[in-house]
């Protein structure tokens, strides 16, 4: 960010290269999964590729602050397709016993991409320039959309299909899913940063949101094939997992954004040093994830995801009674909250795939995933606030290590909570989920 900031300036609106990525990139899920189920996977998969690339190339060749956030924006439209279809092309190909190898696989991409991104990121920006950090994307974007073009093959599925056979989309709902959830994660990631929360701004965004919501519901009701059908809240194979993956997603802020911070202020750890006592939970996660079909296997999905969240909630909670006062301790917690919800997100995933069939696989997929990154962005406001509570009334220069010991703290002990709402809405779900068959 410095080097970018440098070059183009605009550093009150830096915060929007991520914002506006993520807020593009979660709005779209929910569409684009609908959008999967009616014109096939491969499609949508190539088309967000090419969004995706198109946004990076543009961000490459950005002159100031506002025209790279418009391309983050366009890469974010991209990144919603890439991020659903490719875990539903993942239950369309593999049968439910081979589910969780290729699914762990995908984790581990995660995870090792998480792990050297920013490494990679750094030598660009250290001996080349920061434009690389984008640009680096086309050789590999294009590659991908080589190998998918000549060798993912999909069995021809029939869309759904209106009077006259044509294909039947719903874009007024599409266009109300994504002008409500957009208002309303505006309002959250600006909230409190650019105007104070009960300022005009925020409280129009939400009102803005809450109008936007009514409209979208009215007009989903109404819908012959709705982006966002109502069995995804009515059926308890999928509504308390949604609730449970909107927990998982506010929970995760307190690790990602804030164990950075306490290592630096709190153990005095050098910035690299700090993104190692985090990177360790990228990679105990997808490890448990791949193990934990042994779990699933024998006492299914529900009970595996219901230990999962329980140790989580057991880990969160230790952070604020028992502080961490080595570098080892820090790590040693994020290692073994890692561990704990790769033995409860992958479970969830592969149980509410395998209980739909093929038509409504990616919708069921988007709203599992949607809910996920609605939860990080909520959780992103109001952990923020729990922090900002503690850090009120004091100077920069009064901000000691003990004064982030317990704010950090405070995030720990409400990410806690979060797991406790996670087990008690699993606990509406069935003990064994229903399995389709093809």
């Not at 490719?86 to 995870?111: F, G, H, K, M, N």
Request: hydrophobic letters at 55%; one cysteine or more.
């Amino acid at each position: 960010m410095p080097q970018i900031v440098g070059d183009l300036g605009g550093f009150s609106y830096f915060s929007w290269l991520f914002s506006g990525y993520f807020l593009a990139l979660t709005v779209t899920i929910p569409v684009y999964g609908k959008l999967s189920d009616t014109f096939g996977r491969k499609p949508v998969l190539l088309t967000g590729i090419a969004l995706f690339l198109l946004g990076s190339a543009l961000c490459a060749g950005a002159w100031d602050m506002a025209s790279l956030i418009a391309f983050r924006v366009v890469q974010g439209l991209g990144g919603g397709a890439i991020q659903g279809t490719v875990q539903t092309v993942a239950a369309d190909l593999y049968p439910l016993e081979e589910r969780p190898r290729i699914q762990a696989a995908l984790s581990t991409v995660w995870a090792v991409s998480a792990v050297a991104g920013p490494a990679v990121g750094g030598l660009f920006v250290s001996y080349a320039d920061w434009r690389w950090i984008f640009l680096i994307n086309l050789p590999v974007g294009a590659v991908s959309m080589w190998l998918l073009a000549r060798r993912f093959r999909e069995p021809v599925r029939r869309a759904t299909t209106g009077t006259g056979g044509r294909v039947r989309v719903d874009w007024p709902g599409a266009l109300g899913v994504f002008t409500a959830c957009g208002l309303l994660l505006a309002a959250l990631v600006q909230g409190g940063v650019a105007w104070p929360w009960l300022s005009v701004p925020s409280l129009a965004l939400f009102a803005g949101a809450a109008v936007a919501a009514g409209v979208t519901f009215g007009l989903e009701r109404r819908a012959a094939d709705p982006v966002i059908p109502g069995w995804v809240w009515r059926r308890r194979t999928i509504a308390p997992v949604n609730v449970a993956m909107a927990a998982l997603g506010l929970l995760m802020v307190a690790p990602t954004v804030f164990l950075p911070t306490y290592a630096q202020y709190a153990l005095g750890l050098s910035p690299v040093a700090a993104g190692f006592v985090l990177s360790v939970m990228t990679l105990s996660w997808p490890v448990s994830a791949a193990l934990s079909q042994h779990v699933y296997r024998r006492v299914g999905f529900r009970q595996s995801a219901l230990l999962g969240m329980g140790l989580a909630g057991l880990v969160l909670l230790a952070f604020p009674l028992w502080p961490p006062s080595s570098p080892w301790h820090a790590g040693a917690l994020s290692f073994a909250l890692g561990a704990a919800l790769g033995l409860f997100q992958l479970p969830l995933i592969v149980g509410v795939q395998s209980s739909v069939p093929w038509r409504e696989r990616g919708t069921a997929t988007a709203s599992v995933l949607f809910n996920r990154q609605l939860g990080q962005s909520v959780g992103a406001s109001l952990l923020g606030a729990i922090a900002n509570a503690t850090f009120a009334g004091r100077e920069a220069a009064e901000v000691s290590g003990a004064v982030v010991r317990s704010a950090v703290g405070h995030v720990y002990l409400a990410g806690a909570l979060a797991a406790g709402l996670a087990v008690l809405a699993l606990c509406a779900a069935p003990r064994r989920f229903p399995v389709d068959t093809p």
